[in-house]
């Protein structure tokens, strides 16, 4: 049974930073994809980035393209999402997502990854 753990969500002002976090447990495989969706409230759920262990580079979505990086630790089955410049419409619950593999034209799609976790919130005031 594969579970994600995330941690590092939290209330922060407009401009702060945040380091999300989320651990893959119980997954076989050497090959996984790891990424991050978040859904605001009101709002349907929209894919922020992507990286698969043997993928050529990450992926973003246009609205956070220079602000949230993406990185994994492979060993760890681990995926990190460092969050710069946070604005009040980053606001929304943030969810950890896995699979077996992702590309350019899937990573984004909510249901394609098979397993999600139970999400963090990220708050931001203006």
């Known amino acids: 049974q594969v579970q994600l753990t995330e941690s590092g969500g939290g209330s922060v002002q407009a401009g702060g930073s945040l380091r999300l976090s989320c651990a893959a447990s119980?997954?076989?495989?050497?090959?996984?994809?790891m990424g991050w969706f978040r859904q605001a409230p009101g709002k349907e759920r929209e894919g922020v980035a992507a990286i698969y262990t043997d993928g050529a580079r990450p992926y973003y979505a246009d609205s956070v393209k220079g602000r949230f990086t993406i990185s994994q630790d492979n060993a760890k089955h681990t995926v990190y999402l460092q969050i710069n410049s946070l604005k009040p419409e980053d606001t929304a619950m943030y969810y950890c997502?896995?699979?077996?593999?992702?590309?350019?034209?899937?990573?984004?799609?909510?249901?394609?990854?098979?397993?999600w976790g139970q999400g963090t919130q990220v708050t931001v005031s203006s």
């Open positions: 997502v896995a699979g077996s593999y992702c590309d350019g034209d899937s990573w984004y799609r909510v249901n394609w990854h098979n397993y």
């Open positions: 119980g997954y076989a495989y050497s090959s996984i994809c």
